[in-house]
């Protein structure tokens, strides 16, 4: 089993989003990853660009990033014969690695895009090292870029960052200073994959947390009425909770709820909605054992909320009695 450490370089609409293809934001331009073996030494690497025929012309950003003349593009192959050996290089048993989470969600829009075979299985799995490097030595929301995770391991700086090969490896270098363990029980799971019918959900749980990825929903309203995705068992113990605070949409449009473990005390829900490519929508829902003052934290989100939407209705009622007074 060895570990592919995977980076992806992509063009976007060179006139703006009105102008691009929605099945295909971004194209792929390069695709580097490196082999690293069961003890995390790298033995191997996966360097090819692409030519582009979605977006054939360069966007200029991406162009100033990447620091390429548009004719190191006209002579590379087309994505489908690049991503077919890129996947015969790396095996058929492969855990893969990336810095972020979009890298894995882009190359499947892409293979999907050239109606290629998708050769991930479901659910994916996967390494999101960018995420690690928070747990391990931040404060696990930080996200930082590659370079500031490089500098702060004091790995030589010897190769360009933005070129998918050198990215693939710092990545690869930076894996190499976290404990295996470290690694291991913090996987990722990609969303691009979700689940799209009931009897599909995925349940995890991890040492702080537990996640839920709900089936897919025609709307919020429909999702928050499913009590498989509401009601909330203690992820330490498996036993059914007591409802402190009901569902209430809180601050960025998630929802949030409080309830209380009789042997592990108060837990977090928060649910989040992601939109699916078909338009519906499906939920993230994590469950956090939390302390007596986050608990009070939540009631208080709950107030402030509740008083905004007061002071909103009420202003709307004065308006519009203004509105009838003239
Ligand atoms: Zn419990």
Redesign the pocket.
């Known amino acids: 089993m060895n570990y592919i450490v995977l980076d992806l370089e992509w063009n976007q609409s060179p006139d703006g989003k009105e102008q691009e293809t929605l099945q295909i934001p971004f194209e792929i331009l390069q695709i580097g990853a490196v082999k690293l073996d069961r003890d995390l030494n790298l033995i191997d690497q996966f360097c090819e660009r692409i030519r582009p025929v979605v977006y054939p012309e360069i966007h200029y950003k991406i162009q100033e990033i990447l620091q390429l003349a548009p004719e190191d593009y006209q002579n590379a192959r087309e994505f489908p014969q690049v991503a077919k050996d890129f996947f015969s290089w790396c095996g058929p048993y492969s855990y893969f690695c990336t810095w972020g989470p979009s890298d894995l969600t882009e190359l499947q829009r892409n293979l999907k895009y050239h109606g290629m075979k998708s050769p991930f299985s479901f659910p994916l799995f996967f390494y999101d090292i960018q995420k690690i490097f928070s747990i391990v030595y931040e404060d696990r929301k930080k996200r930082r870029n590659l370079e500031f995770a490089v500098d702060y391991l004091g790995i030589p700086k010897d190769q360009h960052f933005h070129d998918a090969l050198s990215d693939a490896y710092y990545t690869g270098m930076i894996m190499k200073h976290i404990r295996k363990r470290d690694i291991l029980k913090n996987y990722s799971i990609d969303y691009y994959q979700h689940p799209k019918k009931s009897g599909e959900e995925i349940y995890v749980i991890y040492e702080t947390y537990s996640k839920y990825i709900s089936a897919e929903f025609d709307n919020r309203i429909a999702a928050m009425q499913n009590r498989s995705l509401t009601q909330i068992p203690?992820y330490?113990?498996h036993?059914n909770t007591v409802q402190e605070i009901p569902w209430f949409v809180g601050s960025s449009k998630s929802y949030y709820c409080l309830s209380r473990?009789k042997?592990?005390g108060y837990l977090r829900g928060k649910i989040r909605f992601k939109k699916s490519e078909n338009g519906k929508i499906f939920c993230i829902r994590t469950v956090k054992q939390i302390s007596s003052e986050n608990a009070c934290k939540i009631s208080e989100m709950q107030r402030t909320i509740r008083e905004k939407k007061r002071l909103k209705r009420r202003e709307e009622t004065m308006v519009t009695h203004k509105f009838h007074s003239v």
């Open positions: 203690c330490l113990c036993q473990c042997e592990h």
